[in-house]
């Protein structure tokens, strides 16, 4: 194992300016940083983009210790270090916005601003079954019946969307790494909470955005905090706002570069 394990990661810049501050994009329990491609394209026209494998995921697999999101956030602190990024604006998705809410709090003066997608961890309750059947779910058709859930009712999950996921879940150690992350971050069927309050007394800009037909963290996780956050509710969205809802996710980040 090396000294200094390092993160997959896909890194996209098309700005003209060398001098914008970057845009890291964390994904949510699950996922992968080649997710991103096609929304980190069209955001790399403004600003540089990164997005990273979190530990126990795609080309992180082997991360050694992954599992608890304070993992993942000093080994995205640690990357950050090792590629010469002072400040980064965070977005994170999920289980990556619980990470993105850790590094805010651990490492305030490299976040230039947050942008939350139904981040983990800002209270109690989650779908910890529906997360864990995500976990365990190999072939084609057992992640045919799991991935819709994810996604408000109108969203069509694609043939392409399943066999991605699968593929992914082919690499070795695959599963077994999620399996071993999901049942952390339950605790008696609830979810670790973060100290919301210190998350939240920032001086960088926070922005929530959440779907109120999210099945796996419920909306009311962020109405708890619409006064301290810049809180966007999107209408027959589950809890995949950027595939769902990918304009409006689009212009609430680039908004918040500005």
Do not use: C
């Amino acid at each position: 194992m090396p000294t200094n394990p390092r993160l997959g990661a896909v890194e996209i810049d098309n700005s003209p300016d060398g001098n914008v501050t970057p845009v890291v994009f964390l994904h949510g329990f699950g996922g992968l940083a080649k997710q991103w491609w096609g929304f980190q394209t069209s955001i790399s026209f403004n600003a540089p983009t990164l997005a990273f494998d979190m530990p126990g995921h795609g080309d992180s697999v082997d991360y050694p210790d992954s599992g608890p999101p304070a993992v993942a956030a000093k080994a995205v602190i640690a990357e950050l270090k090792e590629r010469g990024i002072a400040k980064a604006h965070f977005v994170g998705h999920s289980m990556g916005g619980a990470i993105s809410s850790l590094i805010g709090l651990t490492a305030p003066q490299v976040v230039a601003s947050l942008t939350l997608l139904a981040p983990g961890g800002y209270g109690t309750e989650f779908n910890h079954p529906l997360l864990m059947q995500w976990a365990n779910a190999k072939t084609h058709e057992e992640l045919a019946t799991v991935l819709p859930r994810f996604f408000g009712a109108p969203f069509e999950v694609s043939e392409k969307m399943i066999d991605f996921q699968a593929q992914a879940r082919s690499k070795k150690g695959a599963v077994e790494a999620l399996v071993r992350i999901g049942e952390s971050l339950s605790r008696n069927g609830e979810q670790g909470m973060l100290p919301v309050d210190d998350v939240l007394r920032s001086d960088y800009p926070v922005t929530m955005v959440w779907g109120d037909k999210d099945a796996v963290l419920p909306v009311s996780h962020a109405l708890a905090v619409k006064d301290k956050v810049d809180l966007h509710i999107l209408e027959g969205v589950g809890h995949s706002p950027v595939e769902e809802a990918t304009d409006a996710v689009r212009k609430i980040i680039l908004d918040q570069l500005t």
